[in-house]
């Protein structure tokens, strides 16, 4: 499974971004797609989870009301809208997807679950 993201870019603290993630390859062999965060010396953070099917959604309860997920405009993308940003909000923001339908996708969704990885799109909230 291979996957992009896109989207990051630097705003100003109340601002809103959509991240987008875009899967390919063997994308059957797993039926989540999560987003987590990294900012400078911290551990990756799950934020926000989706059953590839589109039927169940998850947000964490640190960034509940302020960011969702939901499926994108094509198939195999998902979009993460994030509004009332915080300077704390800074980060990379990565796609990940675990392999297998081992019931991964959840709010509290944890990086060592997780065996698929984008190269990241980075947030700043200034």
């Known amino acids: 499974v291979q996957l992009v993201e896109s989207g990051g870019d630097s705003v100003q603290a109340g601002g809103s971004l959509t991240l987008s993630c875009s899967a390919s390859?063997?994308?059957?062999?797993?039926?989540?797609l999560g987003w987590f965060r990294q900012a400078p010396g911290t551990k990756h953070e799950g934020v926000a989870a989706m059953t590839t099917d589109g039927d169940h959604t998850y947000v964490a309860d640190s960034v509940k009301g302020r960011f969702s997920i939901s499926q994108g405009n094509a198939r195999n993308v998902v979009q993460r809208r994030m509004k009332t940003l915080k300077p704390e909000d800074t980060a990379t923001y990565y796609c990940?997807?675990?392999?297998?339908?081992?019931?991964?996708?959840?709010?509290?969704?944890?990086?060592?679950?997780?065996?698929?990885w984008g190269l990241g799109t980075q947030v700043t909230v200034s």
């Open positions: 990940a997807a675990p392999k297998g339908n081992g019931g991964f996708c959840h709010a509290r969704i944890s990086d060592g679950d997780f065996a698929y």
């Open positions: 390859g063997h994308t059957y062999s797993t039926n989540c």
